[in-house]
């Protein structure tokens, strides 16, 4: 028996729908708690080619809410482990593990080759850089967010509103999966999510999953709204470092402790810049640093009560 006939059988998808899914190049980037139902769930509906991106190893502390890996697979690359078991699950398709970090600089090219892009990183740097990317290419962008007990996901661009449309500040600024928790068939659920919605697109069902945000609270209820007529708010947009101008006023709030090296070779150190803090010249941009973003995006907040000029941020990732 044909190993997809569980699913073509159904009037939805039919052999055409199979093809279309045969024929789909789907961006995956995260192979975490998010992204390995992801994989697992396009992997098997036989989406032909995917490319995850991810240079993250995996840990002891990942196996709670990513079952797919193992004790004795603790130091490997996830995007590499992934490749490795969703080609033993289906031997037909095409997946590419890319060992980097999703930055400005590198999603252009690599949303350019997708029809589709689906954030799994569960990073407000890389969710914004993705919708901001998706939105002038018009590439479809799925994503998620999950923390504690609760999360969301939402199919934004590729003709509907982008992230910053429902979301204009990152949520929960202040808590990461490290610091607040989560449990893992939280984050399994909205990954499963993620890949119903992510099919629904690649075989033109309707309604379009695009423009639809769909939210799982503490208690396990559901709920869910459009919002296709959204206005586009404008907010701060991330940048590369190859992006930095000689000009530039660059702040980095990370202390000497987090990095030894600052962003720049002339950065101002200052982890209380925002509400305090010299202004750029006439003119001229300031781009604010830190580890992961959030910490530059209140600053920027905060910078913008006081100077109305050009702000960019720096996610450096460590």
Same mark, same amino acid.
């Given at each position: 028996?044909?190993?997809?006939?569980?699913?073509?059988?159904?009037?939805?998808?039919?052999?055409?729908?199979?093809?279309?899914?045969?024929?789909?190049?789907?961006?995956?980037?995260?192979?975490?708690?998010?992204?390995?139902?992801?994989?697992?769930?396009?992997?098997?509906?036989?989406?032909?080619?995917?490319?995850?991106?991810?240079?993250?190893?995996?840990?002891?502390?990942?196996?709670?809410?990513?079952?797919?890996?193992?004790?004795?697979?603790?130091?490997?690359?996830?995007?590499?482990?992934?490749?490795?078991?969703?080609?033993?699950?289906?031997?037909?398709?095409?997946? $590419?593990?890319?060992?980097?970090?999703?930055?400005?600089?590198?999603?252009?090219?690599?949303?350019?080759?997708?029809?589709?892009?689906?954030?799994?990183?569960?990073?407000?740097?890389?969710?914004?850089?993705?919708?901001?990317?998706?939105?002038?290419?018009?590439?479809?962008?799925?994503?998620?967010?999950?923390?504690?007990?609760? *999360?969301?996901? *939402?199919?934004?661009?590729?003709?509907?509103?982008?992230?910053?449309?429902?979301?204009?500040?990152?949520?929960?600024?202040?808590?990461?999966?490290?610091?607040?928790? $989560?449990?893992?068939?939280? $984050?399994?659920?909205?990954?499963?999510?993620?890949? %119903?919605?992510?099919?629904?697109?690649?075989?033109?069902?309707?309604?379009?999953?695009?423009?639809?945000?769909? %939210?799982?609270?503490?208690?396990?209820?559901?709920?869910?709204?459009?919002?296709?007529?959204?206005?586009?708010?404008?907010?701060?947009?991330?940048?590369?470092?190859?992006?930095?101008?000689?000009?530039?006023?660059?702040?980095?709030?990370?202390?000497?402790?987090?990095?030894?090296?600052?962003?720049?070779?002339?950065?101002?150190?200052?982890?209380?810049?925002?509400?305090? *803090?010299?202004?750029?010249?006439?003119?001229?941009?300031?781009?604010?640093?830190?580890?992961?973003?959030?910490?530059?995006? %209140?600053?920027?907040?905060?910078?913008?009560? %006081?100077?109305?000029?050009? $702000?960019?941020?720096?996610?450096?990732?460590?």
């Amino acid at each position: 028996m044909n190993r997809y006939a569980r699913q073509t059988i159904l009037p939805e998808i039919g052999l055409d729908g199979q093809k279309k899914l045969q024929t789909a190049h789907v961006l995956v980037v995260g192979a975490g708690a998010l992204g390995v139902p992801v994989l697992q769930y396009l992997t098997g509906a036989g989406v032909g080619h995917i490319t995850v991106v991810d240079p993250d190893v995996i840990e002891i502390s990942n196996l709670h809410r990513q079952p797919l890996y193992r004790e004795n697979q603790t130091g490997q690359h996830k995007a590499i482990a992934a490749q490795q078991a969703m080609q033993k699950l289906n031997s037909t398709i095409e997946i $590419v593990p890319i060992l980097e970090w999703l930055t400005p600089a590198n999603a252009p090219a690599l949303v350019a080759k997708a029809d589709l892009v689906l954030d799994c990183a569960d990073s407000h740097a890389v969710s914004y850089t993705l919708s901001d990317i998706c939105l002038a290419a018009r590439t479809p962008l799925i994503s998620a967010s999950a923390l504690g007990l609760e *999360g969301y996901v *939402g199919g934004y661009c590729g003709g509907a509103p982008s992230l910053r449309a429902i979301f204009p500040d990152p949520t929960d600024a202040s808590a990461t999966c490290a610091t607040a928790g $989560v449990l893992g068939p939280i $984050v399994g659920t909205l990954g499963c999510i993620q890949s %119903r919605m992510a099919l629904s697109h690649l075989l033109g069902m309707t309604p379009s999953p695009l423009g639809q945000l769909i %939210r799982m609270d503490a208690a396990m209820r559901f709920s869910q709204f459009r919002f296709d007529t959204a206005p586009e708010i404008p907010g701060p947009h991330f940048i590369a470092i190859e992006d930095l101008r000689p000009d530039d006023m660059v702040v980095d709030l990370r202390t000497s402790n987090e990095a030894p090296r600052p962003a720049t070779p002339d950065a101002l150190r200052m982890p209380d810049y925002g509400t305090i *803090g010299p202004l750029p010249d006439a003119n001229k941009r300031a781009v604010i640093a830190c580890r992961s973003g959030l910490r530059a995006w %209140r600053a920027a907040n905060c910078l913008s009560k %006081r100077w109305q000029g050009e $702000v960019a941020l720096l996610a450096l990732y460590q």
